[in-house]
């Protein structure tokens, strides 16, 4: 491996770290303002990590070389690391009583925008505390869509590498320069923040609640103020406003700027968007119309309820309104086929994805089609594009890929002592970054708080993996990476 490309991802994460440590001046001013004693962590970290962060930038600093592929594997790797490890510092310091591997989960959890959490008495936490954890999700979420819309398209792992900037109908570049583009996400990333707050504080939240709530519904991260996530509220309008930001969330940012920046109506016709928006229904539906005649549940409660946590868990948010485990085996079969599938590429969201799904069903199609007439010739389509073998390929290894590890995280979690519903849920969970898992102890009702420190390092390897869209942290394992 040259060793210019280390130093330049160094220098870049170092540059990224001061940023981090600015952004901890937050949590230290509003508990300065409100008295607890944090406020002193929050500074000191701040001033600790920005000072060592600048250390490391200037003895690092030189022409950074040209962007390819090696650099870029190196690169969203070390970022991804270092954010974790620096948003875990505070946490850890600060008047929480963790141990530092959960204090690390916490950290990955939100900078993945993952949701499981370890604490407990959020009632009652430090508003500093609170506000750091959604900043990290906040953040996380810029990242996960820059990552998934420049990236991983071009590292050809993730992404869709056929769409890249452009819609899905057409090959127009919808900006001209990339900073302008840049712009436009910022701006609609911002605004979306901006008009859920809004929402959520004239629906009756508090205003730290709505602020803290708005960063994590868009960044579809599903951390809460409350130990009983969205059941604190019990307000109707509160439960509607997220389910709809959190599946706006869930499409295509590429999309969304697009269509607000440019008005194009066509860009919303990408194929995924479709895919997503129908099992989204169909899972919720079904989970209302079970809840109404098997429990006798009113309907219209019902289907606000379970559209709710439905789009909660398809959107890999994590918020939870009611422990949906008690309502029968048919609804927890369905919320954990629904940690499997995920939102659209390059939302917030985790998971397998909607174009995957659609790809691997053209290839089946196209496959069957083949054994009836051998010799005609067939194309994979998505939408009006023709998908590459590349793609495919990539497609086929990350799904086989995913399935592997789900099945290796389930074995060691049964290694731990885990009861099965926890074993196959927690490795799925974190893998999709959805939060909540099944069964008594991660379920939506529980939290991670009593799951032990080495189950924790590996759901918060996980969770980096399913974040980085495994292969792009896979591939730095092969010998062949590393040599010149």
């Keep these: ?87 875990a510092i505070p946490i850890y310091f600060a008047d929480t009583d963790l141990t530092f591997a959960q204090a690390l989960f916490e950290s990955v959890s939100a900078v993945t925008t993952t949701g499981s959490t370890v604490l407990v008495g959020l009632d009652s936490a430090p508003p500093g505390l609170l506000i750091w954890r959604s900043l990290l999700c906040w953040l996380g979420g810029i990242g996960i869509v820059a990552l998934g819309l420049f990236v991983l ?32 996400f910022l701006a609609v990333y911002f605004g979306i923040t901006l008009a859920c707050a809004i929402a959520y504080d004239i629906a009756g939240m508090s205003r730290l609640d709505a602020i803290n709530h708005a960063m994590t519904t868009v960044a579809t991260a599903g ?149 009836v007439y051998p010799n005609a010739v067939y194309s994979v389509r998505y939408g009006s594009k023709t998908i590459d073998a590349d793609t495919q390929r990539a497609v086929f290894l990350f799904f086989s890929t995913y399935m592997m590890l789900w099945a290796f995280g389930s074995v060691a979690m049964g290694a731990l002592g885990y009861d099965v519903a926890t074993a196959i849920s927690a490795p799925i969970t974190a893998l999709s970054n959805v939060g909540p898992g099944i069964g008594p102890i991660i379920g939506p009702a529980g939290n991670f708080s009593t ?17 980085l869209e495994i292969l792009s942290v896979l591939v730095l394992l092969m010998p062949t990476y590393w040599r010149n």
């Design 1 to 87: 491996m040259n060793a210019t490309l280390i130093r330049s991802a160094i220098h870049i994460a170092a540059i990224s770290g001061q940023y981090l440590a600015t952004a901890m001046f937050i949590p230290a001013m509003l508990d300065l303002y409100h008295g607890h004693d944090d406020w002193r962590v929050f500074a000191l970290c701040g001033f600790m990590v920005g000072g060592f962060s600048l250390a490391a930038a200037m003895a690092t600093r030189a022409p950074n070389p040209t962007f390819n592929k090696r650099f870029g594997f190196l690169l969203v790797n070390v970022l991804w690391a270092v954010f974790s490890l620096v948003g």
């Design 153 to 184: 398209p071009f590292l050809r792992v993730g992404g869709m590498s056929f769409f890249k900037m452009e819609s899905s109908d057409t090959n127009e570049k919808p900006f001209a320069r990339l900073a302008s583009y840049t712009r436009a």
């Design 223 to 371: 951390f809460s103020t409350h130990d009983a996530s969205f059941a604190y509220f019990d307000n109707v309008a509160i439960l509607w406003i997220s389910t709809v930001f959190m599946a706006l969330c869930s499409l295509p940012f590429s999309i969304l700027i697009l269509f607000v920046a440019r008005g194009r109506l066509d860009a919303l016709k990408d194929p995924q968007i479709g895919v997503f928006l129908m099992y989204l229904a169909a899972f919720a539906l079904a989970v209302a119309l079970y809840d109404h005649f098997m429990n006798a549940s009113d309907f219209p409660t019902a289907l606000t309820q379970s559209f709710f946590n439905i789009t909660s868990i398809l959107s890999t948010t994590g918020y939870s309104s009611a422990d949906y485990t008690t309502w029968g085996p048919f609804v927890v079969l369905v919320v954990f086929f629904a940690t499997f599938a995920g939102g659209c590429s390059g939302s917030t969201a985790g998971g397998i994805k909607a174009y995957r799904f659609l790809i691997l069903y053209n290839v089946l199609r196209t496959g069957l089609k083949r054994l």
């Design 451 to 467: 799951i032990s420190e080495p189950a924790l390092y590996l759901l918060s390897l996980l969770m980096l993996l399913g974040r």
